[in-house]
């Protein structure tokens, strides 16, 4: 926000002034220890030296103090920048199209908002701000230098390209490292995020041990990577350091002949020597820090891929009307997930329907039908190839997403609960929702019974993906966060396959007095709540093949039939089964 820019920029600014008092009063303390030697050495008066020694005192307390105000300040705005970067890049992966999702593993997305932003923080809060320092007394301190001789700084420079060359060199091979380094990370942590994920999976295979096996492989690519960054890190600061220790004996010896030749005095070579330890320790500072920044950007180039991606899909519409009546129609609709328009890619092909206001419309058929993809596509979460879907009328997509979003609720089979308590979950997108609108929503679920014997009530956490939960009581509880949004289309992908009869028979109910007021798409596998809805649509392969009453497509005898003698085939068969195990009980 607003707050956070200007707040940024003021501390960029105190930065920016404080820093060169603390880096000139710190550079001035040699000067004055050059002259205590002439004085020493000239048997000066004792005000003097002591003058002297309250200036070099007084230096040291105010060049602490601004060091300490300067690395506050830094440290302060690299945290701002932190939690800024973290909250854009995590604002930027909700950004995008749904399809990146099914296309980039959750271990790697995590590891960019979280390992990654951390990694390039801490380099830049603690590399960069050392590196800017450093930078600076190398430039107060080649200026302090110049005072004292200009020809000893001239042989000092000599030195630097010879200095400079080799963390250039280096820090392009510490960038790419650091690349393939994060990249090893995210690989690691996809593992990691996988198996803890689908643990109940991994348990019944008994595959502990070829995960961790897996994932132990993938750390050993991080091992080698860093291996290799470590032995050039290595063989970097042996060469700068041969090279500043040569640099010192040439000054030592070319300073002394300057002294013997009466150029400069021995308080200026003493003064020389003091800044010229400081320059090349600076020097080598800028070397150390130097590869380390770059590295940091290097991991940084991951995260401002996903800052600059633009999602891939049509811009949100404008259309937000104050009434919805919820009409959805279908016209000659073809789509693919591949995107590819070939007769075997099409997941939909031609299909025209309609979903009308006021009635329940049941939209069956056989598994990998296309039944749940015309969710996805009245969600937006894709586009279709060719055709066009209406709401009321205009374009789908000429209406606001948010808008969309909030006018339809979708319960699927494999409803999903966050890690949070029942209230929050049943509140979730809707957080002014009063909790008298929440109890009444989850009695219309037939929720709130079992809600109100949990331990702590609505205020039970729900666990991981609702693991505390068992399977029907969850699907009553989304039902429950779909229905107290009011919505004006209620879509039930196979939402009461958990649920048993009576529950099922209430949540029925409620969708026949809630379908006055919102059209209701209910997908099911069971013929038998199908059978109920005022109108059948039947996809066979991406084909819509029927269309009408329950009574009427029985009548006709085609695919519907089939599927409803089927499952009371497998009823009647079921219930036989189960009275034989009762007799012989």
Known sequence: GIVSFIAFYCLVIVFLCVQPFGCSWEMAIPKYTGRMTDWIIDDAS?????????IMTLMTIGSAVFEFVCDLVYNITMSLIHTSVQAAVFQAVLRQEIAFFDATPTGVLVSRITTDT??????????????????????????????????????????????????ELTGHFHQSTAK????????????????????????????????????????????????????????????????????KVCILYYGGTLVTRGAVSSGDLVSFVLYELQFTSAVESVMRYYPEVKKAIGASEKIFEYLDREPQKPPSGTLEPQVLKGHIQFKKVSFSYSGRSDENSLVLKDVSLEIKPGQITALVGLNRSGKTTCVKLLERFYQPQTGEILLDGKALHSYKDEYLHQKIAVVSQDCVLFARSVRENIKYGYEKATDEEMFAAAEQASAHQFIEKLPNGYDTDAGERGGQVSGGQKQRIAIARALIRKPKILILDNATSDLDVENEHQVRQTLMSLKKNCSVLMISNKMSAAKEADRILVLDNGVVTEDGSHQQLMERGGLYATLVEKQEKGISRQEEENTDDERNA
């Open 180 to 247: 393939k380094v994060q990249e090893s990370l995210a690989k690691a942590n996809q593992v990691a995020t996988e198996t803890f994920s689908c643990m109940k999976t991994v348990r019944s295979f008994a595959n502990e041990d070829g995960e961790t096996e897996k994932y132990r492989k993938r750390l050993e690519e991080t091992y080698s990577l860093n291996k290799r960054e470590a032995a050039a890190y290595a063989a970097t600061t042996w060469a700068n350091s041969i090279t500043t220790l040569a640099l």
């Open 118 to 167: 951390n990694d390039m923080s801490e380099a830049l809060s603690e590399d960069l701000s050392l590196l800017m320092w450093y930078t600076g007394r190398f430039a107060f301190l080649l200026f302090f230098m110049v005072s004292q001789s200009w020809k000893m700084t001239l042989l000092t420079c000599m030195g630097l390209p010879i200095i400079w060359v080799i963390p």
């Open 46 to 54: 004792p005000e003097a030296f002591s003058q002297a020694i309250t």
